[in-house]
Every structure is written in structure tokens, then in C-alpha cells.
Nanobody, 115 residues
Framework: QVQLVESGGDLVQAGGSLRLSCVAS????????LGWYRQDPGKQRELVAS???????HYADSVKGRFTISRDSAKNTVYLLMNSLKPEDTAVYHC?????????WGQGTQVTVSS
């Protein structure tokens, strides 16, 4: 079984920064993709950023230049550094692991940005 546990969500003022962490445990393949998604109530879950085991990154247009995804494969951990936060970044942020033909999700961590 694979488990993903996120942490780092908080209430922050607009313009502030947060760093989210997600630790994966269980049977983790050497080739995989780790990503961060977010979901606001009433909206679809959307991709924020992803990073492959080879270090290739992808960002949603709305966060380019503000967010940075990174990973420590030795620790099976992915990070999301979020700078210049905006109220529209408020959401539950979920970690996702894609490996083989399966996807695994974490429970999420709440990020709230006040104006």
C-alpha cells in the first residue's frame, strides 16, 4: 500500500509564503511522478505543479513564477514552495503520486490566503 501525507497548510496574508510537504510511504517505484493539485469547494480539482523522478517540472499558468515544486527522492518527499500568495490560491492542496498504472492521493492540507 502507498500512503501520502501532506503538511504545511496554514492561514497566511496575501503576499506571504508557505511551503507544503508531502511524504510518500510504502512501495514506491523509482520511476514516478509527484504532483500537487488543489480544490476549492464547488470547483474541479486542478493541477498546480508536477515533477517527474527525472526532475522535469510542469506548472499551471496561474502559479508560474510564484510556486516552485521540488523533490527529495531519497526521502520520497515532494515540496511546494508558494510565494506571493493570492486570495485565489485558497484551497485544499492534495499530493498525488503516479506510478505504474495507478494514482494515489493524500488527504490534503488547507491553505487559506486572506486579503
Amino acid at each position: 500500500q502507498v500512503q501520502l501525507v501532506e503538511s504545511g497548510g496554514d492561514l497566511v496574508q496575501a503576499g506571504g509564503s508557505l511551503r507544503l510537504s508531502c511524504v510518500a510511504s510504502g512501495r514506491i517505484f523509482s520511476v514516478n511522478v509527484l504532483g500537487w493539485y488543489r480544490q476549492d469547494p464547488g470547483k474541479q480539482r486542478e493541477l498546480v505543479a508536477s515533477i517527474t523522478s527525472g526532475g522535469i517540472t510542469h506548472y499551471a499558468d496561474s502559479v508560474k513564477g510564484r510556486f516552485t515544486i521540488s523533490r527529495d527522492s531519497a526521502k520520497n518527499t515532494v515540496y511546494l514552495l508558494m510565494n506571493s500568495l493570492k486570495p485565489e490560491d485558497t484551497a485544499v492542496y492534495h499530493c498525488r503520486l503516479d506510478q505504474g498504472l495507478r494514482a494515489y492521493w493524500g488527504q490534503g492540507t488547507q491553505v487559506t490566503v486572506s486579503s
